[in-house]
């Protein structure tokens, strides 16, 4: 069986140069994004890292992980590359077969979030960026979905981006999962951003990663690669539903569309198991106003998520929460992430049955980034 495979997170690499290009110049001057360039012992050129003003944005990025980086990175030179640009994009979607993608930020998470930037700053550059992903994505709009990036520093702020987004055309935007500037998902100051998502049929895309510049967990406790590889991505996204779940934001917003991306899957069905067995009857009245049904109910109403080619349970996933709420997701061009050509990738989920895969590769994309009759009639060519 073939498939109109849509990507549903897939990366740019943002050039350095757009910055200059798009933020306003009052504010560049003053608080530039740039590269850096570094030297090991040897006095051997080690890849350039990403400044804003005199901080790095990516935590803990030691001279032995930029030589070990160096190395890998040379496997996805030409990947890299052709992110940069809405054409080099489609010329990779080509060779693997991608009919589709939504497009996601790269290093923009970590200037954009940044725990050391003033909150007009971090405003700044999320527009900035937006801006050139509208002018990146409509090289061929129909196949490059943009997702507007949205900084949490201000939640009155966080509104007037949404409407710009909104201004763009655009469905769905990112948002990091973790705690900024001392407020989680469920805080009530978020109230007036949730309102506008759901009356304007607003995705939202959950998508963290390691190395955060702000409070994350494993930031506390580890500093090294695997460690932070291992704990930011699933624990925040799991943190993420938690917070959404008893602030009673899902209960209020029952048609708001959550997307969980970059953590796997494979931990939902204990993790919901959890909730509805062990958490959700343990003090029922100190969450009977924001749940009122099972945790997991809740994820089946409004939730997607991500899987991985290649990982485990996914049977059990698709028992507890359906086929019909699964992603597939490259997130190329980054390297710690296997490539696959999407011919590939059914063999990597032998488990599932073609109307599964059909659901995963195709289907499902549709109705979370809300798009289902433009899908119908796109050219792909």
């Known amino acids: 069986m073939t498939y109109k495979i849509h990507d549903s997170d897939r990366h740019v690499i943002e050039p350095i140069e757009i910055w200059e290009q798009y933020v306003e110049k009052e504010i560049f001057e003053k608080h530039p994004v740039y590269l850096k360039t570094n030297k090991n012992a040897k006095g051997e050129e080690l890849p350039a890292e990403y400044m804003i003003g005199s901080y790095p944005i990516v935590k803990y990025w030691t001279k032995s992980l930029q030589e070990e980086s160096n190395l890998i990175n040379k496997e996805t030179l030409l990947q890299r590359h052709q992110a940069k640009t809405g054409v080099g994009q489609l010329q990779s979607m080509d060779l693997t077969n991608i009919a589709i993608a939504n497009i996601f930020p790269t290093f923009a998470l970590g200037v954009i979030y940044h725990s050391e930037i003033p909150s007009y700053v971090a405003v700044a550059y999320a527009k900035a960026y937006n801006k050139w992903l509208n002018d990146y994505c409509n090289v061929n709009p129909k ?18 981006q949404v409407k710009e987004v909104i201004s763009y055309g655009w469905k769905t935007i990112i948002l990091r999962p973790e705690e900024i500037n001392g407020r989680t998902l469920g805080h009530k100051d978020y109230e007036g951003f949730w309102k506008i998502c759901t009356e304007n049929n607003i995705s939202i895309a959950f998508h963290g990663g390691a190395h955060f510049h702000g409070k994350s967990v494993g930031t506390d406790r580890f500093n090294d690669r695997f460690s932070l590889l291992a704990t930011t991505h699933p624990f925040e996204i799991i943190s993420a539903f938690i917070s959404l779940l008893t602030s009673g934001v899902l209960e209020r917003y029952p048609t708001l569309k959550f997307a969980f991306l970059e953590a ?46 290649g990982e ?64 119908e009639h796109a050219n792909y060519n």
């Open 143 to 160: 196949r490059l979905k943009a997702v507007g990036i949205i900084n949490r520093h201000d939640p009155y702020e966080m509104i007037v």
């Open 264 to 309: 796997g899957s494979s931990w939902l069905p204990y993790w919901l198991w959890r909730l509805d067995t062990i958490c959700y009857p343990d003090f029922p009245n100190q969450t009977k106003e924001n749940i009122k049904m099972l945790p997991s109910e809740y994820f089946k109403r409004q939730c997607w998520i991500a899987i991985e080619p």
């Open 312 to 375: 485990p349970c996914l049977r059990e996933v698709i028992n507890i929460i359906g086929s019909n709420r699964l992603l597939f997701a490259s997130d190329f061009p980054h390297p710690d992430h296997e490539h696959l050509n999407s011919d590939d990738v059914p063999s990597k989920l032998p488990e599932l049955t073609d109307s599964e895969l059909k659901e995963i590769f195709e289907l499902n994309a549709r109705e979370f980034f809300n798009y289902e009759e433009e899908h």
